[in-house]
């Protein structure tokens, strides 16, 4: 099973700062037709994840264009360019590219 | 507008049995895999099954194989989690869910609490 790592597992940032989260796979993510299906989630209390990236750093319909992702191989990166309130909450790292699916332990995202 | 609603949750004891129910609407269910996702505070998000769109390739986690059956009835635009046998760390929301290109579709969750 891959073992997706996410760090920090807390973050504290000021409104209109930015703000970034790590993800490592134990593995290569590329997968055989030569996509990396990493992905990332957003999850609000009490509200079901949200998916806002797919295969690394294609934004998923309606999300902010303040949200990117990058990173390649088994490292990855998820940024925020200015925090906005509306951004709190947890953020995980999926891979798609070995079954079974795995996520990252969560990052919580909390305005300082 | 997609939606996926999942229903079938409740308290049941160790060792017992429940299937939960995904009614999908907004697209043409036929033409997606779909998926269990279950999301505990101890071991936070597990993806559980997948089910591609004519129900002949099902995949399970370790933890739940030969106790979960994953289903499909496209006439209904429905998708099923058997849950046997289960145990006390089965306890967790499931979420059922379409992961396609460029968007992807959660339900609200149903809550499986196990326990005597």
């Known amino acids: 099973e891959v073992v997706m790592t996410q760090s920090p597992l807390s973050l504290p940032v000021t409104l209109g700062q930015p703000a970034s989260i790590s993800c490592r796979s134990s593995q290569s993510l590329v997968y055989t037709d030569g996509n990396i299906y990493l992905k990332w989630f957003h999850q609000r209390p009490g509200q079901s994840p949200r998916r806002l990236i797919d295969e690394v750093s294609n934004r998923d319909s309606g999300v902010p264009d303040r949200f990117s992702g990058s990173g390649s191989g088994t490292d990855f990166t998820l940024k925020i360019s200015r925090v906005e309130a509306e951004d709190v909450g947890v953020y995980y790292c999926m891979q798609g590219t070995h079954w079974p699916y795995t996520f990252g332990q969560g990052t919580k995202l909390e305005i300082k | 507008e997609v939606q996926l609603v999942e229903s079938g949750g409740g308290l049941v004891q160790p060792g017992g049995s429940l299937r939960l129910s995904c009614a999908a609407s907004?697209?043409?269910?036929?033409?997606?895999?779909m998926h269990w996702v279950r999301q505990d505070a101890e071991k936070g998000l597990v993806w559980v099954s997948r089910?591609?769109?004519?129900?002949?390739?099902?995949s399970y986690v370790d933890s739940v194989k030969g106790r979960f059956t994953t289903s499909r009835d496209n006439a209904k635009n429905t998708v099923y989690l058997q849950m046997n046998s289960l145990r006390a760390d089965d306890t967790a929301v499931y979420y059922c869910?379409?992961?396609?290109?460029?968007?992807?579709?959660w339900g609200q969750g149903t809550l499986v609490t196990v326990s005597s």
């Open positions: 869910a379409r992961d396609s290109i460029s968007v992807a579709y």
């Open positions: 907004g697209f043409t269910f036929s033409n997606y895999w």
């Open positions: 089910i591609n769109p004519d129900g002949s390739s099902i």
